[in-house]
């Protein structure tokens, strides 16, 4: 088994914003879904977010019921994903959607880099390195030689992750001031290597070791 790391900070931050709306009726509900919807859009816009940042991740209507279970009406809800390339624009934007009132939620955040698909490549060179090292290693430790490679493969969900390190960064924007964590990403390869392992008299990589021919008459 060989891993690879690299990390770094990241330049994009995605959220996610889901706007809400109760009302008695299916229709209505839709209505004034479509409304908030249409501010929000505005509201992006002005802040500069085009729209191949935006995708929106979810749209439903569901029944709404009260504390005793009883359906009082009906719930539409859209989810937006928001990607924000200049990190100091989270204040400013949830300042400008403050107008939509509670009908908005900020759902999940996570932040991504621009690099990430050079950083795996190069956490996957170096996990490969550290296979072969550690299969060195445990060859002359049993007095083997280590032959050519049999297998290589890399270990499925090997994702990026926000590692636990990173500096706090104030977001200002007017009376609101957020403080959020970037930290850094760290892209982690995993992968396993399998070789051909030759002793002392076991000759060239891959080889059998040789057989001498078997005298006639004791086939």
């Known amino acids: 088994m060989g891993t690879g790391r690299r990390s770094a900070e990241p330049d994009a931050l995605e959220l996610v914003l889901e706007l809400s709306a109760r009302e008695p009726r299916v229709a209505e509900a839709i ?21 191949s940042d935006l995708r929106t991740r979810a749209l439903d209507v569901d029944p709404w019921h009260g504390r ?44 991504t880099s621009s690099l ?47 590692a636990p390190r990173g500096r706090l960064r104030a977001l200002t924007a007017g009376s609101v001031q957020l403080e959020l964590d970037p930290g850094e990403l760290e892209y982690t390869v995993l992968v396993r290597l399998r070789c051909r392992l030759r002793g002392p008299g076991s000759g060239g990589p891959g080889r059998r070791p040789r057989r001498e021919p078997v005298p006639p008459g004791r086939r």
Do not use: Y
Request: aromatic letters at 2%; zero cysteines.
């Open 31 to 51: 209505s004034r879904l479509a409304e908030a919807t249409g501010r929000l859009a505005t509201i992006l816009e002005a802040q500069g977010i085009p729209a």
């Open 68 to 111: 005793m279970g009883e359906q009082l009406g009906h719930v539409a809800r859209r989810m937006t994903m928001v990607r924000l390339r200049e990190l100091d624009q989270v204040g400013r934007l949830l300042l400008a959607a403050a107008d939509l009132g509670d009908g908005l939620q900020v759902g999940r955040l996570r932040w």
């Open 116 to 162: 990430a698909q050079k950083l795996t490549a190069e956490a996957r060179e170096l996990a490969v390195q550290d296979a072969l090292s550690r299969a060195s290693e445990m060859a002359r430790a049993a007095r083997l030689t280590l032959g050519r490679v049999l297998r290589l493969e890399e270990i499925p969900d090997s994702l990026a992750f926000p």
